[in-house]
């Protein structure tokens, strides 16, 4: 098993509606989760981070942690054609070393 | 947020040769990287750049190949040595805030060897 598993997609969904990305992970990734947007040809940008069990919400932007279930997902309301982008899943390991282990990514394309 | 900045943004290089990328911090922050993300790929770590002392690898990760300095908290370098082909490939290093948890980007090297 990969140590952070997302899928590759692409995911389409049209303009409006709610964008769904999921990703799984290993024992060997415990502690913190991050959600990066990356654009074509530019470098990841943080999203959001979350550390406890349930959901944590920043605008359009919900993500939901589940550490029985080792998933971690994130939600984006209202999608917008510039939300067209490739978002990865990362974690950290144990020890607070901020080493992020990251996922393939999931692309995302909002159809206007 | 940390801004972080690096140079070169992107260069073409003949085989055999190194360069060094220079990543700069507007801020001190607790733990530098460096990662490669390779054409349709994800990213992978390829070492933690640590203040004064000698940088930690990845598995599949040579000091020779990739020596790395941190001089202070808000500076590193990382040097791609004996190019070949196969380290084409866009070099990130990133800064991670400890007590906030956070670790930011900088906008990356894109390389291609010839």
């Known amino acids: 098993q990969k140590e952070v598993e997302q899928n590759s997609g692409p995911l389409s969904v049209p303009e409006g509606a709610i964008a769904s990305l999921n990703c799984t992970y290993s024992?060997?990734?415990?502690?913190?989760f991050f959600w990066y947007r990356q654009y074509s040809g530019k470098s990841p940008e943080l999203i959001m981070s979350i550390y406890s069990n349930g959901d944590k919400e920043d605008g359009r932007f919900t993500a939901q942690l589940n550490k029985a279930s080792q998933y971690v997902s994130l939600l984006i309301r209202d999608s917008q054609p510039s939300d067209s982008a490739t978002y990865l899943c990362?974690?950290?390991?144990?020890?607070?070393?901020?080493?992020?282990?990251f996922g393939q990514g999931t692309t995302l394309q909002v159809k206007p | 947020s940390a801004v972080i900045s690096q140079k070169p943004s992107r260069d073409i290089c003949q085989r055999g040769t190194s360069l060094t990328i220079q990543c700069q911090v507007d801020s001190q922050v607790t733990m530098m990287f460096w990662y490669r993300q390779q054409p349709g790929q994800s990213l992978t770590l390829i070492a933690t750049?640590?203040?004064?002392?000698?940088?930690?690898?990845e598995s599949g990760f040579v000091i020779d190949k990739f020596p790395i300095s941190r001089p202070n908290l808000t500076f590193s370098t990382l040097t791609v040595s004996n190019m070949s082909p196969e380290d084409s490939s866009i070099y990130l290093c990133s800064a991670w805030r400890g007590g906030y948890n956070e670790q930011f980007f900088g906008p990356g090297t894109r390389l291609t060897v010839l």
């Open positions: 024992d060997r990734v415990s502690q913190s």
């Open positions: 990362a974690g950290t390991s144990s020890g607070n070393t901020g080493k992020l282990i």
């Open positions: 750049a640590n203040q004064g002392s000698e940088a930690t690898y």
